[in-house]
């Protein structure tokens, strides 16, 4: 955790220095497409500063009120973060359609210096994060995200003041725009999609119920598996509920302990509340997947 806090702190450095140089060149070349990249360089450097809160605020120990601590502060920053950057793409696309209707006279030199070093920074701030890949903190996933998005837009804009330095096509850089927006959709819906998912306690996408209701039921002792829940605390962290029916004279702290054990081995899941009943009870219960 203070090796992702380190990380984060010099992207937050490095991209707020080039924040300051993008927007001071969007305003002198007149470009759109540096200012919607500049305006997304400023949702990058809230992503960090938020990710930077909800690392610290997750890591504040379990209180009487809040048994499992703050570990979803995590995941609503998240979620906020890809929310915020929608709201930004939308902006880009109007400002970018009354462009195309009425082109402006954009400055393609420093366009393309800017986005030269542009690319320069993302893949910096990309290496920084990028352990926060599919199964990292999402706080960390989501800056990895911004950056990946940032440094293709920043290929979208050297793309484009090189058509405006080379050819003169003014067009080139609300067009580029449009693109910018549309990648910014793109690379946060995954994100977005992942936190309401969370928040709404759905499965984990990479455990398949039935595959672990058949490894509970394979446990020597186990007639039956209901009642069973599985989701997500965090996105490294996951917790089980389930009702199991066991048979005989089997003992009980046995197939509580086999079934703890595979659970963690085999599904990386930590918390669990599992019931053993000797007799069925699943009619009784009003949900009994």
């Excluded at 009354?98 to 986005?115: H, K, S």
């Amino acid at each position: 955790m203070d090796s992702d806090r380190a990380r984060l702190r010099w992207v937050l450095i490095v991209v707020t220095l080039f924040l300051i140089a993008e927007v001071a060149g969007g305003i002198y070349s007149n470009s759109l497409a540096l200012l919607s990249d500049a305006g997304h360089v400023l949702t990058d450097i809230g992503a960090i500063c938020l990710s930077l809160f909800t690392i610290w605020i997750s890591s504040r120990p379990a209180g009487s009120s809040k048994t499992y601590g703050y570990l979803r502060a995590e995941i609503l920053g998240a979620l906020f973060n890809g929310v915020f950057l929608w709201l930004i793409a939308v902006f880009i696309f109007i400002e970018a359609i009354d462009r195309i209707r009425e082109p402006r006279a954009v400055e393609g030199l420093p366009v393309m210096l800017l986005a030269v070093g542009g690319i320069f920074i993302n893949c910096f701030a990309a290496w920084m994060t990028h352990s926060g890949g599919p199964q990292g903190r999402m706080a960390v996933r989501a800056v990895f995200l911004h950056a990946m998005t940032d440094l293709a837009g920043s290929c979208f804009v050297l793309i484009s003041g090189s058509l405006v330095y080379f050819t003169g096509w003014t067009r080139a850089d609300p067009v580029a725009s449009v693109l910018l927006a549309l990648l910014i959709i793109y690379g946060s819906w995954s994100l977005v999609r992942e936190g309401v998912d969370i928040l709404m306690e759905a499965v984990p996408s990479h455990i398949d119920l039935e595959e672990l209701r058949n490894d509970l039921l394979a446990i020597d002792g186990t007639a039956e598996v209901h009642d069973l829940h599985v989701w997500c605390l965090t996105s490294r962290e996951y917790a089980l509920s389930a009702h199991a029916v066991v048979v005989g004279e089997t003992n009980h702290d046995l197939v509580l302990s086999e079934m703890c054990q595979m659970l963690e081995r085999k599904f990386n899941i930590r918390h669990m509340t599992i019931q053993l009943e000797r007799d069925s009870r699943r009619e009784q219960e009003p949900a009994h997947y």
